[in-house]
């Protein structure tokens, strides 16, 4: 992850322009896009097939929310656009639909039903 610049909002937050680099190893598709590794299905396969392997260059925005009564940072939030990548390398909107259907992140680089300890190549 990069820091591409710091801004601070109105509120007194700051904020924090991203980019993150994440590869797609057989053991992140197996992990994070399981429903991808469907031997039966050769669409999915197709699809599979395309993100191993594949270095995912994402913008991202964190926000650091700072509570003017305690004089510290209240939350921690975090996104970063992985919809854009994925639709670069795919090319349609099904596919990418595809993707993220039933996948542990959602297009906006959330986790979701996801052990947190499962590593992500950087």
């Known amino acids: 992850m990069t820091l591409d610049g710091l801004e601070r909002s109105v509120d007194g937050s700051l904020i924090a322009i991203t980019r993150t680099s994440i590869s797609i190893s057989e053991h992140t598709l197996g992990s994070v896009f399981p429903h991808l590794c469907d031997d039966g299905d050769e669409d999915l396969n197709r699809l599979a097939g395309k993100l191993v392997g594949h270095r995912f260059h994402m913008l991202g925005v964190t926000r650091f929310e700072w509570s003017a ?20 390398l795919l090319g349609n909107l099904e596919d990418v639909s595809r993707v993220f259907h039933k996948s542990r992140v959602s297009s906006d680089f959330q986790w979701s039903g996801m052990n947190p300890c499962i590593p992500v190549s950087y």
């Open 69 to 88: 009564a305690s004089q510290r940072v209240s939350s921690v939030t975090a996104q970063s656009d992985m919809l854009t990548p994925m639709l670069r």
